[in-house]
Structures are given as C-alpha cells and as structure tokens.
C-alpha cells in the first residue's frame, strides 16, 4: 500500500510569494495534519484536519491556511512568504483525529525562500 | 504553552551498547506519546509509542515507559547497531484548543562500529 505522499519534493521561491503544497493521505485515512520542520529542530505543529474541518492549529500566522478535500487530500498554502518560511513541510495522516491515533508521515516537501 | 524537551540533544555509544534518550512534557493533559526516527531526507518514521493509561511497552530490542506523575517518558535501544544512526524525537499528543502533537527538539544517535 501507498503511504503518505507529498508534491513537490522540492521548491523555490522568492520572498513575497505564494505557495501551494499537497498530500495526499494513506487510503482509508480521513485525518490530515501539517508540520513544519526547521533544520536541526524537531517538527511544529501547523494544523490537523478532518472530514474537511480545521481540528487542530499551531502557533502560525494568518499567512499559513490549510484545506482538505473530499477525497482526504490537503493542501497548505503559504502567502506572502519570508526567509523564515524556508523549511521541510510534513504531512502526517491517520485514520481518525483523535489524541491517540497513531500519524504516519511523509517524505515532506523542501521549501527554500529565497 | 505546551512544551516538550528532549535529551540529550547528541548521543554516541558504541555497537551493542544501550542508549537512552529522555523527554518531559508540560501539559497533564497529554496523554499519546510517540517516538519517532527520522532517516536523512526521509520524514519522520513512528517506531513505538505508549498510551497514558500504560507505564511500559517493549518491541524487540526498542522499549519505552511512561511516568505521568512526573510528566516523564523514555526510550530505551537495547544491542544498538549501525543501522540505529539516526535522529530521535519523542512526542506528546493532547486535545487541549484543539488537537495537537508537540515534538521534541530530537536526540542525534551514532552508534559507532
């Protein structure tokens, strides 16, 4: 079985910018969360979403917003982009939202700010 | 705010020697907590975790216990091998405002042959 997959694996943008990155959960699970992994720290937690609604929020700005389909797929979407933006972005799903589901990553996309 | 902190941040043992990493949280309300390893490149990969209402759970050569009182969960890696090199992070898992999962800063193992 697929696992947890994640487009792009890679990206470049510029200051100022916009991003979009995707995921798509393993099949069967409704739960999708976002993470976001600074070099050298471990990941922060940016949302959790379930059957489309925003579960879970992290200490993020405005700039970062999130969206879940009806086919379980997320997306995070990132505006006005900083340096500080430059991370690995994780997507990790589960079956249900609750405390105590076990989440199961993916490879992440690697988002450089230039 | 929530907080969980890890360690040590770098171990180093050697080949069939034990390691132990170590981490505290902050909100009694947590009450999962996984343990992943995270390969280069790779995102993280869950490799045990324990329950709240559990003190101790082993897999193979991997253990973990949990003391709630003290708000304090460890790994234990049992026969280490090369292939154990990696970097770990404890988590904790609450519904406090909402679901969330807080991660530790991560301990970087090298098991050195």
């Known amino acids: 079985d697929a696992g947890v997959t994640q487009s792009p694996t890679h990206l470049i943008k510029t200051r100022g910018q916009h991003v979009t990155l995707r995921c798509s959960p393993i099949s069967g699970h409704k739960s999708v969360s976002w993470y976001q992994q600074v070099l050298g720290q471990g990941p922060q937690f940016i949302f959790q979403y379930y059957e489309k609604e925003e579960r879970g929020r992290g200490n993020f700005p405005d700039r970062f917003s999130a969206r879940q389909f009806p086919n379980y797929s997320s997306e995070l979407n990132v505006n006005a982009l900083l340096l500080g933006d430059s991370a690995l972005y994780l997507c990790?799903?589960?079956?249900?939202?609750?405390?105590?589901?076990?989440?199961?990553f993916g490879p992440g996309t690697r988002l450089l700010v230039l | 705010g929530e907080n969980v902190e890890q360690h040590p941040s770098t171990l180093s043992v050697q080949e069939g020697d034990s390691a132990v990493i170590k981490c505290t949280y902050s909100?009694?309300?947590?009450?999962?907590f996984p343990w992943y390893k995270q390969e280069l490149g790779k995102g993280p990969q869950l490799i045990i975790d324990?329950?709240?209402?559990?003190g101790e759970k082993k897999d193979q050569r991997i253990a973990v216990t949990l003391n709630k009182t003290a708000k304090h969960f460890s790994l234990h890696i049992t026969e280490t091998q090369p292939e154990d090199s990696a970097v770990y992070f404890c988590?904790?898992?609450?519904?406090?405002?909402?679901?969330?999962?807080?991660f530790g800063a991560g301990t970087r193992l090298f098991v050195k042959a």
């Open positions: 909100d009694s309300a947590s009450n999962y």
């Open positions: 324990i329950r709240s209402n559990v």
């Open positions: 988590a904790a898992s609450m519904s406090t405002g909402g679901f969330k999962t807080i």
């Open positions: 990790a799903s589960s079956s249900v939202p609750g405390v105590q589901e076990t989440q199961y």
